[in-house]
């Protein structure tokens, strides 16, 4: 397995624009992280599913960001507009189950720098 | 919710050197403890994991400690390398993973000196 697969590696863009970040889980993991990691507030949960619904948004800062999963093999998270304090580093997990003793695995993830 | 506290931010040790990371969390429902390592510029990778059922488990030179009383778990690696530089991140699966997510510690950024 190529484990979680994580598009662009690097993405740049001036504020106002659309950003669109691509996620691919491992293939049979149900669940579907999106984090968001800066030095100042660390790894924040954004939104997650499960089986392609999502569960949990409450960590999304605001309108400007969305989050959807059309189906068990892809994921996106939209940024629209973006602004400079929008820049960090999102991954993306996926795990095979809920509850006790299963690990995240992460994507590598994307870098984005709004300017 | 699940609130999950790592202690320290940072720590340095010399090369050869033991380095002792602690976590504490809130929920006692919570069964399953990972700990994730994350170099600079990389992804964060599970590294060891506990359940709720084991006091300690061990993998070569890291070990993780659990005592549910006292709602704390620790990592530890001993005979540091400079390759065991990174951040560490705890975490726990909250209200027995029901909800499917894990809450993160924020991290200890370990420093091993040659």
């Known amino acids: 397995d190529a484990g979680v697969i994580q598009s662009p590696r690097h993405e740049v863009t001036e504020m106002g624009q659309e950003v669109t970040l691509r996620c691919k889980p491992i293939?049979?993991?149900?669940?579907l992280f999106w984090y968001r990691q800066t030095m100042m507030r660390g790894l924040e949960l954004l939104i997650y599913?499960?089986?392609?619904?999502?569960?949990?948004d409450s960590g999304m800062p605001e309108d400007r960001f969305s989050a959807k999963m059309p189906n068990a093999s892809f994921s996106t998270l939209k940024i629209q507009p973006s602004e400079p304090r929008d820049s960090a580093v999102y991954f993306c997990?996926?795990?095979?189950?809920?509850?006790?003793?299963?690990?995240?695995?992460f994507g590598s993830g994307t870098r984005l720098t709004v300017v | 919710g699940e609130n999950v506290e790592q202690h320290p931010s940072t720590l340095s040790v010399q090369e050869g050197d033991s380095a002792v990371i602690k976590c504490t969390y809130s929920?006692?429902?919570?069964?399953?403890f990972p700990w994730y390592k994350q170099e600079l510029g990389k992804r964060p990778q599970l590294i060891i994991d506990?359940?709720?059922?084991?006091g300690e488990k061990k993998d070569q030179r890291i070990a993780v400690t659990l005592n549910k009383t006292a709602k704390h778990f620790s990592l530890h690696i001993t005979e540091t390398q400079p390759e065991d530089s990174a951040v560490y991140f705890c975490?726990?699966?909250?209200?027995?993973?029901?909800?499917?997510?894990?809450?993160f510690g924020k991290g200890t950024k370990l420093s091993v000196k040659p």
């Open positions: 929920d006692s429902a919570s069964n399953y």
């Open positions: 506990i359940r709720s059922n084991v």
């Open positions: 599913f499960n089986n392609n619904v999502p569960i949990d």
């Open positions: 293939s049979g993991h149900d669940y």
């Open positions: 997990a996926s795990s095979p189950t809920v509850g006790t003793g299963y690990g995240y695995t």
């Open positions: 975490a726990s699966d909250g209200d027995g993973g029901s909800q499917g997510n894990l809450i």
